[in-house]
């Protein structure tokens, strides 16, 4: 199975940048998704890295190194409705489900 | 709004009862993935089925039962309900291509179950 790593939680202030991390260790890789979800709504979708480097989206960046197990959300020019819950989530190759983290909750101070 | 749709959004039944969770894709999307999400585990995939057909199985427990109909809708069939089967169940859907590319989950709004 999977093994996905991500803190459980993060502050930053209104207009600040804050980056979320995730770690995976998976047998066989093959994509892995970052959602934003607020507090009892469904998960949204927010990117999807497969290949490395840097996919950007707006004031939302993901970052993908596949040698390291490593992916990094980027969330830029805070705003009070981004205070939310962010999953990393992995597919394994040859699979269809997806493997979810736990979770990072941030929180977006004024 | 993702598109895809579940009822009943909230369902509150008692131990040892027996519900059933409806969920319709997104048009043209012909994969379903059942999730159960509860305070100390995190979003845990159930079932995936495509196009009709179970295709992966994940921790699912046997009290459960899922099935896809053929205008692609699903249920999620949850038997002899235990205080700890309280949780948030979302349903997502793809369009269910051989697991390459993006093949994205959009889910729905989840249903919310309380056992007492």
């Known amino acids: 199975g999977q093994n996905i790593d991500q803190p459980t939680e993060m502050t930053a202030t209104e207009g600040a940048i804050v980056q979320i991390n995730c770690t995976y260790q998976?047998?066989?890789?093959?994509?892995l998704f970052w959602y934003q979800q607020h507090a009892g709504e469904a998960p949204t979708f927010l990117s999807y890295?497969?290949?490395?480097g840097l996919e950007e989206k707006g004031r939302f960046s993901s970052f993908l190194s596949r040698s390291k197990g490593y992916s990094y959300l980027l969330l830029k020019e805070l705003q009070m409705k981004d205070s939310a819950s962010y999953l990393c989530?992995?597919?394994?190759?040859?699979?269809?489900?997806?493997?979810f983290g736990a979770g990072t909750t941030v929180t977006v101070r004024a | 709004d993702s598109g895809v749709t579940q009822t009943p959004k909230h369902l509150i039944t008692a131990t040892g009862q027996r519900v059933t969770l409806r969920c319709s894709p997104r048009s043209g999307d012909l994969s379903v993935y059942w999730y159960q999400q509860s305070l100390d585990q995190g979003l845990q995939f159930l079932i995936q089925?495509?196009?009709?057909?179970?295709?992966a199985k994940g921790n699912i427990l046997e009290r459960f039962s899922a099935q896809q109909f053929p205008d692609l809708h699903s249920e999620l069939n949850l038997s002899s309900l235990e205080l700890g089967d309280s949780a948030l169940y979302f349903c997502?859907?793809?369009?269910?291509?051989?697991?390459?590319?993006?093949?994205?989950?959009?889910f729905g709004p989840g249903t919310r179950l309380t056992v007492l």
């Open positions: 989530a992995v597919r394994a190759l040859g699979d269809y489900k997806l493997s």
């Open positions: 089925y495509y196009n009709g057909e179970e295709r």
């Open positions: 997502a859907s793809s369009v269910g291509t051989s697991g390459v590319g993006t093949d994205t989950q959009y």
């Open positions: 890295n497969v290949l490395d």
């Open positions: 998976t047998s066989g890789f093959n994509g």
